[in-house]
Nanobody
Framework: VQLQASGGGLVQAGGSLRLSCAAS????????MGWFRQAPGKEREFVAA????????YYAVSVKDRFTISRDSAKNMVYLQMNSLKVEDTAVYYC???????????????WGQGTLVTVSS
């Protein structure tokens, strides 16, 4: 299984970015696809997830109404549209795949390499 995250970069506060995750190596029909982030000196935290089969979405409170997760089943891609970015959104963002509860980091078996998002004030 391979998960390849891309789309990070430098953006000013209030701006937008879209992260992409290319998934390959197995079928993900029964999986949750998630985005996590890790800021310097902090634990890796849940951001958003989508159940591949149903499209049900899950969000951390801190990003709800600003971020949108989606998937393209035909392309095996997962996206994270990030709007109204804040300085505190600065982190390395990781895509992940797993089964079980969507919010729990330990339920994700497969991880991508991470992409850095930097939000300047």
């Amino acid at each position: 299984v391979q998960l390849q995250a891309s789309g990070g970069g430098l953006v000013q506060a209030g701006g937008s970015l879209r992260l992409s995750c290319a998934a390959s190596g197995r079928t993900f029909a029964s999986y949750n696809m998630g985005w996590f982030r890790q800021a310097p000196g902090k634990e890796r935290e849940f951001v958003a997830a989508i159940r591949w089969s149903s499209g049900t979405t899950y969000y951390a409170v801190s990003v709800k109404d600003r971020f949108t997760i989606s998937r393209d089943s035909a392309k095996n891609m997962v996206y994270l549209q990030m709007n109204s970015l804040k300085v505190e959104d600065t982190a390395v963002y990781y895509c992940a795949a797993g089964s079980g509860g969507a919010y729990t980091r330990g339920n994700y078996n497969y991880w991508g390499q991470g992409t850095l998002v930097t939000v300047s004030s």
